[in-house]
């Protein structure tokens, strides 16, 4: 097949051959568009916590796989049925693409769609420098020429996952105060969005990098977390853990905020989210929890005794996104402000075994042209 006119039939990707191992950056054979899909150019990439939950093996992937879920491009082949976009159109989608004929895609809820296909997961993602995309005139966005790829691509996942979050689930209103644990890409959007809606933010963060990342962004406090068996940070004593950082936030908060997050993904940090709220207050789940030991634990006697709710969010339906776009044209939210650096597809090969453990002070965002 040839794309663009480019007479091109392979293109390079990042590629896993086996879960857990090294990733390579090769010719693959150009995507083909499916029916009612797209193939998109890859503009611009994002390197996500989530790409590592795949390729360590918590996500279901059948390799040789290519990973890569948060994207922006242009148009580059249209699949049969396709009505709305033709080649050249710039576009991003979100992680979920949903099937576009259930009873939640027809009620704008394609995020939890029974038969939904993610890019990097169900299907090769935009580790690439083309990938193909199902369900396009349910699934695609397209993005307003003073949007850059760069800040479309880091809407797909983290950026909409927290808009989402706070507006759809949690309903956070002006005045709120909100927990955010985890000071990475989701976490920091999370922040810019919950300061846009007039809330005031206590970030909780193990890293010097992401704490200060959190300042810069206008959080009202920002507490150290302890790592395991590490040392205390500022908001946890020494030996007393979990009860020292929730019993410093309620001090902070006037007894407790009204709406926690959890953008990390471990038992540990979900129950520090969840201590922090005040009663009646309400968690968002947005970090995935995979079952190290069996189901992770949550501190449902707490959950009872206040009548906390507990949420859950999956990224944003296409159809949420035209509300939150009108509010980066105009300058109220920037995402791009979160952009750490740009790197290749070499580069994202060499880091994304590392994500778990890196000290990220913003996203890292990937070209695929730079290779």
């Known amino acids: 097949m040839v794309i663009e006119g480019e007479g091109r039939v392979l293109v390079l990707a990042v590629v896993m051959d086996r879960i857990g191992g090294p990733l390579e950056v090769r010719e693959v054979p150009t995507p083909v568009p499916p029916v009612g899909g797209v193939v998109v150019r890859v503009g611009a990439t994002g390197l996500c916590r989530s790409d590592w939950h795949a390729w360590v093996g918590h996500e279901e992937i059948a ?154 962004l206008g959080a009202d406090y920002v507490l150290a977390a302890d790592e395991p068996g590490g040392q205390a940070g500022a908001g946890r004593e020494a030996g007393s853990g979990e009860a020292a950082l929730s019993d410093r936030i309620h001090d902070l908060t006037d007894g407790g905020c009204h709406v926690s997050i959890d953008a990390v993904g471990s038992e540990q940090t979900c129950r520090d989210a969840i201590m922090s709220l005040r009663r009646r207050g309400r968690h968002v789940q947005i970090g995935l929890l995979p079952p190290v030991t069996g189901i992770p634990r949550v501190p449902m006697a707490r959950v009872l005794a206040w009548e906390l709710d507990l949420l859950g969010s999956h990224g944003m339906a296409a159809a949420d996104y035209p509300a939150m776009l009108a509010l980066i044209e105009r300058g109220t939210l920037r995402p791009q402000d979160l952009v750490e650096r740009v790197v290749g597809l070499s580069e994202a090969a060499a880091l994304l075994p590392h994500v778990d453990t890196a000290s990220p002070g913003g996203m890292t965002m990937i070209d695929p042209q730079q290779d």
Not at 84 to 91: H, I, Q
Not at 95 to 106: P, Q
């Open 63 to 216: 390799v040789p796989h290519v990973p890569g879920h948060e994207l922006a491009g242009t148009v580059a082949a249209v699949g049969v049925g396709v009505r709305d976009w033709v080649v050249g159109d710039r576009v991003t989608v979100p992680f979920v693409c949903g099937c576009g004929r259930c009873e939640w895609c027809a009620s704008g809820d394609a995020q939890v769609c029974p038969d939904q296909q993610q890019p990097g997961f169900t299907h090769w993602g935009s580790f690439a420098e083309y990938v193909a995309l199902h369900g396009a005139d349910t699934n695609l966005v397209r993005v307003p020429d003073q949007v850059s790829f760069t800040v479309a691509a880091s809407l797909g996942c983290r950026f909409a996952t927290a808009y989402r979050a706070l507006t759809a689930r949690a309903r956070l209103a002006a005045g709120e105060w909100v927990t955010v644990v985890g000071a990475g890409g989701v976490g920091l959007s999370a922040v810019m969005i919950a300061k846009a809606l007039g809330a005031r933010v206590v970030v909780v963060d193990r890293t010097e990098a992401a704490c200060d990342a959190a300042r810069a």
